[in-house]
């Protein structure tokens, strides 16, 4: 019997790099690759890139570095590098890393497969960095979705802002938007294959235009798909919250009541030096018009401390802006530095120490406020979608509003929307029962998978 070579991918970053390695994984399967969980028992390794933050590219040298004796043990072994380390640093991580056999940008995915066929035929380095090629032409149907419940489908490349201490506009480009027929098409065809969720991927998602149509369009068109049952999107920015946008929030059935708005900052004078293009006041406006149309809002944010030259006080007007907001979630970075950004001709002022006392304090403000939150929750009915198998008869779901609720109940549950009464909670997420009389409500089309 033939054994079918294998193939292991390791993903460092956000839901763009998340579905990036999805397509890999399918175009590997195309030929003739089956996936393993074990990085040892692979023919080829490809480690997918995040650059956003320094300890987020450390992860791949210390991933290469464990590779480097597994190379030396097995020749044969094909290493891949892609993302957004691949397309910041280029050939310099080979240069660091000479056990990497292909080196793919963020543009370039579609060349793994004919990289590794030449590595494997001993033809040396496979590199394609073409910051020019077409960032959508992996084949809808080519890409293996690591969720069988909910897909990500990618709306926009890019992004045209030039934050301070941000590296997307090096490694991803300016912002191009794809066809919305393409995308329409995309979400028709996973409802089809029986998913009932859809997110819309972008770095700054609801900046999408295309010929006319703005990010509202966009949600109206995918929204109106007949099968589909839940639509949400990720990653907004402040500057592209419009009246239109918050009216689709509102009116749009399927469209679901949450939304991550970064910040970053709560004092003006560290808004501007970040080049975040508003004020604190603006930031305000922009959660209150969203409040005054969908008063449910679930809302989280980033937040980034110990950016240069913020002081005690800058500090503080943060933690004053996560109270005022009372936001549903926040994810907290400490400031580094990152190659070719402006920032990083800045003085990194605040010591690393003072970083994780204020990384400490906005989590232990926001845990406590979660925790406030989701006691609250308690008895209530909430619609849950099961995606995930957490433990052996234990599942887990999402609220419309993205919160997490565990239950009791195994594989044949996922897919399927249960209206669950909530009956304990911690920070971080809802435990809920079915009881007689909540009912279970069928997903639309029965999960092919």
């Known amino acids: ?113 004919e990289l590794v066929r030449r590595a494997r035929a001993g033809h040396g380095r496979g590199v394609d960095l073409d910051r020019k090629a077409d960032s959508f032409d992996v084949p809808d149907d080519a890409i293996a979705h690591s969720s069988r419940v909910r897909a990500y489908v990618t709306a926009i490349e890019g992004c045209n802002h030039v934050c301070s201490f941000c590296v997307v506009p090096r490694t991803r480009g300016a912002e191009v938007c794809r066809d919305p027929d393409a995308i329409a098409e995309e979400v028709r065809s996973l409802v089809g294959r029986g998913y009932p969720e859809v997110m819309l991927l972008g770095q ?17 068109r995918v929204d109106a798909i007949e099968g589909l049952q839940r639509l949400r999107f990720t990653t907004s920015h402040p500057e592209h919250v419009d009246e239109r946008m918050a009216r689709a929030l509102r009116d749009l059935p399927r469209v679901c009541p949450y939304l991550h708005l970064p910040v970053q900052s709560g004092a003006d004078r560290i808004l501007s030096a970040m080049r975040r293009g508003y004020t604190r006041a603006q930031y305000l406006e922009t959660v209150a018009l969203l409040r005054a149309h969908v008063p449910a809002l679930a809302l989280t944010t980033d937040v980034i401390v110990g950016y240069p030259g913020e002081t005690e006080s800058a500090f503080e007007a943060t933690v004053s802006l996560v109270e005022e907001v009372a936001f549903d979630g926040v994810f907290v970075f400490m400031y580094s530095p990152r190659p070719g950004t402006a920032a990083v001709r800045l003085a990194d002022d605040v010591p690393a120490d003072e970083k994780l006392r204020r990384l400490q304090v906005i989590n232990s403000m926001q845990q406590r406020a979660q925790e406030h939150m989701n006691r609250a929750r308690i008895g209530r009915r909430e619609q849950v979608l099961v995606d995930t198998v957490t433990q052996a008869g234990r599942v887990a779901g999402r609220t419309q509003d993205f919160r997490i609720v565990h239950l009791d109940g195994d594989e044949g549950l996922l897919g399927q929307t249960l209206e669950l009464e909530i009956t304990a909670s911690g920070p971080n997420s809802l435990v809920g029962k079915r009881s007689p009389g909540l009912a279970l409500t069928p997903p639309s089309a029965a999960p092919i998978f």
Do not use: W
């Open 204 to 220: 700054t998602v609801n900046a999408y235009r295309y010929h006319g149509l703005d990010f509202a369009d966009l949600l109206a």
């Open 1 to 113: 019997m033939t054994t079918r070579n294998r193939f292991y991918i390791e993903t460092f970053g956000c839901q763009m790099n998340v579905n990036d390695s999805e397509k890999v994984a399918g175009l590997l399967e195309a030929e003739g690759y089956v996936a393993t969980t074990s990085r040892d028992a692979a023919d080829v390794v490809f480690i997918n890139t995040c650059a956003v933050r320094e300890k987020a590219a450390d992860k791949l040298y210390h991933a290469l570095g464990r590779l480097k004796k597994a190379k030396r043990e097995r020749p044969g072994l094909v290493v891949g590098v892609g993302g957004c380390v691949a397309q910041l640093e280029g050939t310099a991580v080979l240069d660091r890393a000479p056990q990497v056999d292909v080196l793919v940008g963020t543009h370039n995915l579609s060349s793994v497969p």
